[in-house]
């Protein structure tokens, strides 16, 4: 089941990923094309629909809108190839931007102290997540869903606890703030629009995400765990900690969300998050990964998370009526799935 | 795993090392303490038994305004020599459950919000039945007399709505978004729906996903770009009214935002002039006189409001207000 696995070949002492296959061949083969094709649909459906949604302003919204989803769906995706997935990666964002904004200000530290303190606390909850999974071999859904619930009081709970209130309080006024509004959540303009600067952070994760899925050693063992689990274990793939190193990958694609939820907003409300999780999945799903595992690719969540924040714009720009905004959303969604789902099947019968 | 317990050690070590050198000498919680310590600490007032009083609300996690609702409760409980027990749920029939469990804990009192009235209808009846007096707060201004509450207090949703449209009108304004962060909210609908009704210009809806800040940011910035004679945006909770702003801004729109409820960086928006006016309903006042008029109940058969909802709002909030108001905010009390 992995993508990277033509048959038998006249060069065995070759890498198998050297070998030369026919550009048309190889585009078929991946697994991104339907949603490519799901997303140019989705583009054009909406450039006709709405008139503002062509606009440069437009897109750089979308495009926001895309990545700050993007950013989690690409780890999440990756998770999903190694045959997992993670329901507490919704409030596990909160979490973060929580734990730095409350360290910061408690302790009246410079903010940067407190980004420190909440990627390692943050990598931490994720690496909890991968050990308990693999040392206790229960399902990655009950697994994470206690992550998901307790975060969610603790969250709660530790707000309250500390901060008096349910969302925390201001550290704008804080030193080290405009750094890491310039690192997190600044704009930079390019011919007259201004872009968000999580676009770059999405843009990079993918890039990074797509050479350890093709180019590392790390990338064949987590299409090897997510393939088949045992057959990896034979041949010697260090499977649990792959599985710890994905789910810590989460943890720091939440990391960078929160830290941008945090320093664009600069309060944190502790009871949001929840329901976001399974938009990641979506995207994911969107994006050609397979539920179970095995089978998927970075650019492809990317190119959901695309779909995702066109639709969800692109109704509002179309100015349809909002009472039904969810299901549009919906059908949306479905259609491009279904249109992913049909050119994989076109492209899998003509290799 | 232990040469990565190891690494986590250190790194902990060492964040906790920078922690001590890497402090800020601006704002933080060494400036709060120090405003703190400024204010006094209520004791009880009275002498009578301690009752226990409860509280079940319909709201959902960490939401900033039954934060302040809470503090006003908790306040008046203190004075009044009262235990206060406070419990929420969004899910109406979970809210009934836990008005049932509180009469089966036999309280000396109920405050009750009737945001679903048909789910709270039974649990009502039943405290009655246990002789438990029974004060509806917030919302269900519309059934609480009819459920046989003492008294309802609270602000009209309707009303409320009236008055934006109203100011609005006076502001001069012509095309207006009424930004709903929860879909198939009551109280969210009727505020719209009031403002519509007596807004000269056009009010259109725009439902946005409450949990997901950046979802909610670029989907005002989505309409406004899509429809740029929108003069004024109006939202229904004090946290989008910041990221309503952010959103104009990068959208690169005129448009002036209102919004309902209050906090702090609401009371800051209105100073700097960011924010137009807000619409405060006055949540510590309906903790605070929910909690008193129970104890004057139990203390001396009192009733408020004459057989009518005792109104907390709508209270119009601009920029002349907006500086005493900040420091109340800041405390959670605003």
Redesign the interface.
């Known amino acids: 089941m992995t993508t990277t696995a033509p048959e038998k070949q006249p060069e065995p002492q070759l890498d198998e990923r050297l070998l030369k296959t026919s550009p048309w061949k190889k585009l078929l083969g991946r697994p991104e094309l339907g949603s490519v094709v799901g997303a140019i649909a989705v583009f054009v459906f909406f450039a006709v629909a709405a008139d503002s949604f062509l606009r440069a302003t437009s897109l750089a919204t979308v495009l926001y809108a895309a990545s700050v989803l993007g950013i989690m769906a690409v780890p999440v995706a990756l998770l999903m190839i190694g045959g997992e997935f993670d329901l507490s990666a919704g409030v596990l964002v909160t979490s973060s931007a929580l734990v730095s904004s409350m360290f910061s200000y408690q302790m009246t530290a410079n903010t940067w102290v407190g980004v420190g303190v909440s990627l390692l606390v943050t990598l931490a909850i994720g690496a909890f997540n991968g050990i308990m999974l693999t040392r206790t071999k229960l399902p990655s859904f009950i697994i994470t869903l206690g992550t998901f619930l307790m975060l969610t009081g603790m969250n709660l709970g530790f707000t309250k606890l500390i901060s008096g209130t349910v969302s925390t309080k201001s550290i704008a006024d804080m030193q080290g703030f405009t750094s890491g509004k310039d690192l997190f959540a600044s704009t930079f303009t390019i011919g007259g629009v201004d872009f968000k600067v999580t676009i770059v952070w999405w843009l990079a994760l993918v890039l990074v995400a797509t050479w350890i899925l093709l180019r590392t050693r790390v990338g064949n063992w987590i299409f090897a765990v997510g393939g088949d689990v045992d057959a990896a274990r034979a041949v010697g793939v260090p499977v649990n900690k792959t599985k710890v190193g994905l789910y810590m990958g989460v943890a720091f694609g939440a990391w960078i969300s929160g830290q941008h939820l945090l320093f664009s907003y600069d309060v944190v409300q502790s009871g949001e998050g929840v329901g976001n999780e399974l938009i990641y999945i979506v995207a994911a799903v969107i994006g050609g990964c397979l539920i179970t595992g095995g089978y998927g690719s970075a650019v492809g969540a990317a190119i959901g998370a695309l779909i995702f924040g066109m639709t969800s714009k692109g109704i509002v720009f179309a100015e349809w009526n909002s009472d039904w905004f969810k299901f549009f959303l919906g059908a949306m969604l479905l259609l491009a799935t279904l249109l992913n789902h049909w050119v994989r099947k076109r492209a899998e019968a003509s290799k | 795993?232990a040469r990565?317990r190891t690494w986590?050690s250190i790194?902990?070590a060492g964040?906790l090392g920078?922690?001590l050198t890497?402090?800020?000498?601006?704002?933080?919680?060494?400036?709060?303490d120090a405003r703190k310590a400024q204010q006094a600490q209520g004791k009880a007032a009275v002498n009578t038994p301690k009752w226990t009083f409860s509280m079940i609300t319909h709201s959902?996690?960490?939401?900033?305004f039954w934060?302040i609702v809470q503090n006003g409760a908790k306040q008046a409980a203190v004075k009044d020599n009262i235990n206060f027990l406070y419990s929420h749920s969004d899910e109406g029939n979970q809210q009934a459950q836990l008005v049932d469990a509180a009469i089966d804990k036999k309280v000396d009192g109920i405050i009750v919000t009737l945001a679903k009235p048909d789910a709270m209808k039974a649990a009502v009846a039943r405290a009655q039945k246990a002789g438990i007096p029974v004060i509806t707060v917030n919302s269900g201004s519309a059934d609480s007399k009819k459920f046989g509450a003492l008294t309802h207090i609270g602000q009209d949703e309707t009303i409320a709505g009236e008055a934006v449209g109203d100011e609005l009108n006076k502001r001069g304004r012509k095309k207006a978004l009424c930004v709903l962060h929860e879909?198939g909210n009551v109280g969210h609908e009727q505020r719209c729906a009031g403002a519509e009704s007596t807004f000269d210009g056009k009010m259109?809806?725009?439902?946005v996903?409450g949990?997901?800040?950046?979802?909610v940011?670029?989907?005002i910035?989505?309409?406004l770009?899509?429809?740029k004679s929108i003069d004024s945006v109006v939202t229904l909770g004090a946290?989008f009214a910041?990221?309503a702003v952010?959103a104009k801004q990068?959208?690169?729109s005129k448009a002036e935002v209102d919004t309902f409820d209050l906090?702090?960086?609401v009371a800051q928006g209105l100073q700097d002039g960011s924010l137009g006016f807000a619409v405060d309903q006055q949540p510590y006042l309906q903790g605070y006189e929910a909690v008193d008029l129970l104890w004057l109940y139990k203390y001396n058969a009192d009733t408020l409001g004459g057989g009518k909802p005792v109104l907390t709002g709508p209270q119009i909030v601009t920029k002349e207000q907006a500086a005493k108001l900040a420091e109340y905010a800041k405390r959670?009390t605003r």
């Open positions: 795993m990565f986590v790194a902990v964040a920078l922690a890497g402090c800020s000498s601006t704002g933080g919680k060494r400036a709060e959902g996690d960490g939401d900033t934060d879909q259109t809806n725009l439902y996903d949990t997901n800040m950046p979802d940011q670029s989907s910035e989505a309409k770009q899509a429809d946290p910041a990221t952010k990068d959208a690169g906090n702090e960086k959670g």
